[in-house]
């Protein structure tokens, strides 16, 4: 318990100053045969062995250099911890492909492992975003259940479905309270890029497809930027001109100039259709039937007001959960995917900071 406390009061103050004493080392880990880069991040002036942590980055342009990425792994580090952060170049191309996501640990694992500077395993694994899930499900992937102590998720879906219609209407509820606020259209720009073209008549919309690709690499290249900030307007326009006229009014649903309102039903229906299409193109997508399997502490932490992937998620991920996993869930408006939460008073302010040290002092107890 005092170590963790140790490491908290290290996080604490490392992430309030913006400085980490730490070393970082670029690297290439071998994925199945496909070299990939990754960074390594340890603590500096420390010559002894160190637990050991692989962190997964999301769906994103900027890969592991995300900034809000790199701080916290520093930050992270600069604890006590070796942190390794693999880069997944099929999540930096924007495609959703979950399958990447144990090779890709593997071969982080098995960089730890070789690393005189890391402990022998396990190791702890946190996930951010589209990887958070799959972070969590392999803890009980018999590949590599045996090195991992624990595992973390930030910001994570539990049901594609329901996440895919809020990222179309804003919608979402949780055992019968419903909630609303205005989603980031670059979820729907992720979804519609590699799932559009495998719905029933709109196997031609590839214009759509390569278009709301283009858009989603400029926003994901402005991290902390919403999608709906009137900047994108002209981006919007030029790839607009690249649309088959008659596909003109799809495009302009899906990346409509800033203000523009859309039509529920249309879009609640169009996500449903989205996320079957992702579904059934790649099974793996869907990770609720993993997360019933897990045996080792698990920790969710999600953003109140996320408006990219709702905190509702992390409640059902939470609630799939077995209970001999010992699983813990923290809500906080510390975080979000786009934007910061606001706090409706000092109070609040203190409060949450409280409940969330609580959980990273949980977190750093696993390894």
Aim: with cysteine; net charge negative.
């Amino acid at each position: 318990m005092a170590l963790q406390l140790t490491r908290t009061a290290h996080y604490v103050r490392s992430w309030l100053t913006g400085h980490a004493d730490v070393v970082e080392e670029e690297t290439t880990l071998d994925r199945n045969g496909i070299r990939i880069p990754a960074t390594i991040v340890k603590p500096a002036g420390i010559n002894s062995p160190l637990p050991g942590w692989v962190i997964l980055h999301g769906i994103t342009r900027t890969g592991r250099a995300h900034p809000q990425l790199v701080r916290f792994t520093r930050t992270v580090a600069a604890t006590g911890m070796v942190v390794i952060i693999p880069e997944v170049p099929e999540w930096r191309e924007l495609n959703l492909k979950p399958q990447l996501a144990l090779p890709t640990v593997q071969c982080s694992i098995k960089a730890l492992q070789e690393n005189p500077m890391v402990q022998n395993g396990p190791y702890g694994l946190i996930g951010f975003s589209f990887s958070a899930p799959h972070a969590l499900a392999l803890a009980a992937a018999d590949e590599v259940r045996a090195d991992i102590a624990g595992a973390v998720g930030f910001g994570g879906y539990c049901d594609l479905e329901r996440t895919i219609t809020f990222m179309f209407t804003g919608r979402h509820e949780y055992q019968g309270k419903s909630y609303k606020l205005m989603p980031d259209p670059y979820g729907p720009w992720i979804v519609a890029a590699n799932y559009l073209t495998d719905i029933p008549g709109y196997e031609e919309a590839s214009d759509i497809a390569d278009g709301l690709r283009r858009l989603a690499a400029i926003s994901g290249e402005s991290p902390g930027v919403d999608a709906r900030d009137p900047c994108y307007d002209s981006a919007k326009a030029k790839e607009r001109e690249k649309i088959n006229p008659d596909r003109q009014s799809l495009f302009d649903f899906f990346a409509p100039l800033s203000g523009v309102q859309p039509d529920l039903a249309y879009a609640e229906d169009l996500g449903h259709k989205l996320a079957k299409a992702a579904i059934s193109a790649e099974p793996k997508i869907q990770p609720f039937k993993a997360l019933g399997e897990i045996s080792c502490p698990l920790h969710v932490l999600h953003g109140r007001n996320d408006n990219l992937i709702p905190f509702t998620e992390g409640l059902r991920i939470k609630d799939t959960l077995p209970t001999q996993s010992h699983s813990y869930i923290t809500i906080t408006r510390l975080f979000g995917h786009s934007t910061q939460d606001r706090f409706p008073s000092p109070f609040h302010a203190v409060q949450e900071v409280m409940v969330f040290l609580r959980a990273i002092e949980r977190i750093f107890g696993l390894v």
